[in-house]
């Protein structure tokens, strides 16, 4: 009998209505119904840097020091006359958890990492399998993860009505583990699959299990490590943004790939695809929708570590200036955003950081 090395979770899904699934809902927000949507594309600029930002050896989120008390005591000012802040997050959030991010100077594509793109996937059955082994391969380091003080101060924002809404452009469900509850999760998050063909959903840990049964000989071949390490103990040169590991030397046409057992069973070959939103794909509208409803209903928005690079982020600080919202930008380093005409300030520091002392000036649980 084959042993899996994966702890804790082996809840499998299976069905043609998401609604369905509300234990599942109420925690990860879930959407995916139809496909018809707005295309996450991303510029040229793929990188930016900033003479802030400072990377000790080994470390994978970047350190900016605090701001003067002058600009802090006018952002927690922000906050204290302005109950019901709508805040969009990014990538930036989770890098004091583990998770690299894309465009600081470690960031993914910063070194380089081109990220899959949906066509890629969809039409490359090679594609798939290097998609997947990489993925099985940094899974449990992704999965394991934990909010950081960043997550958990934006939930007790949330708790005492500072915050009306998290736009999360993460797929690592970071911010419901801290205990947020209005989250929108623009582009999904990594707990679910999807069929391209019957639109059935599947739980992602349980395909971790099946991936690791079915690839037994591949893992072996090439010793990959499944025993669930910490992400920050691995050289961040292999980590990726997605949760995925670069690997090297390996043979991915001999990795085998499970398709939808629904459609299997119907002699069918359904392509399983994560319920991410991929580079060239399209955006659930009535995801984009909610979250439209939360910036325009706010009485401020906040841009936490965050470029804004693509455009599925960026429109809602567009809408921002549009309807005079006042905004703050907390990244280290340059947006997107930064030249926008309400922007109140920016602070180039940890989120953590700033989050800590605003937690305490407002006397925060």
């Known amino acids: ?104 100077p470690k960031g993914s594509f910063s070194k380089g990492h081109k990220p899959t793109t949906y066509q890629e996937f969809i039409n490359s059955h090679h594609v798939r399998q290097r998609y997947w082994a990489r993925s099985m391969s940094g899974w449990k380091s992704f999965w394991g993860v934990k909010p950081n003080a960043t997550h958990h101060v934006l939930s007790s924002l949330e708790k005492s009505n500072y915050v009306t809404g998290i736009i999360t452009q993460n797929v690592d469900r970071l911010h419901s583990m801290a205990g947020s509850e209005n989250v929108i999760e623009l582009h999904g998050n990594n707990a679910f699959l999807v069929c391209m063909s019957c639109k059935s959903e599947f739980s992602r840990p349980e395909f971790q299990l099946e991936l690791e049964a079915i690839n037994q000989d591949w893992i072996k071949k ?23 590991l670069d690997l090297r030397g390996v043979d991915y046409s001999t990795f085998h790939v499970p398709s939808c057992k629904i459609c299997k069973s119907k002699g069918i070959d359904g392509v399983l695809k994560p319920c991410v939103v991929f580079f060239g794909e399209n955006a659930v509208p009535s995801v984009v929708q909610n979250a439209t409803n939360i910036v325009k209903n706010s009485r401020g928005l906040v841009a936490i570590g965050t470029s804004l690079m693509v455009y599925s982020s960026f429109r809602f600080m567009k809408m921002a200036e549009d309807g005079s919202i006042p905004v703050w930008i907390l990244n280290v380093g340059p947006t997107r955003a930064d030249n926008l005409k309400n922007i109140q300030g920016k602070i180039e520091s940890r989120s953590s950081d700033v989050l800590n002392v605003l937690k305490d000036q407002l006397h925060l649980k």
Not at 222 to 244: F, H, P, S
Request: with cysteine; charged share 20%; net charge neutral.
């Open 222 to 244: 090439y010793e990959i490590n499944l025993n669930g390490q910490d992400i920050e103990n691995i050289k961040t040169t292999q980590v990726r943004a997605d949760g995925d």
């Open 1 to 104: 009998m084959y042993k899996s090395t994966l702890p804790g979770i082996s809840t499998h899904i299976a069905h043609n209505n998401p609604a369905k699934c509300s234990a599942f809902n109420k925690v990860f927000k879930r959407g995916y119904a139809t496909y018809n949507y707005v295309k996450l594309t991303i510029p040229n600029e793929v990188q930016v840097h900033s003479p802030h930002i400072i990377h000790n050896e080994g470390e994978v989120a970047p350190y900016a020091p605090l701001p003067k008390k002058e600009v802090l005591d006018k952002f927690v000012d922000f906050w204290r006359n302005n109950k019901g802040i709508a805040v969009i997050t990014g990538a930036g959030c989770s890098t004091e958890s583990g998770i690299p991010d894309y465009r600081s």
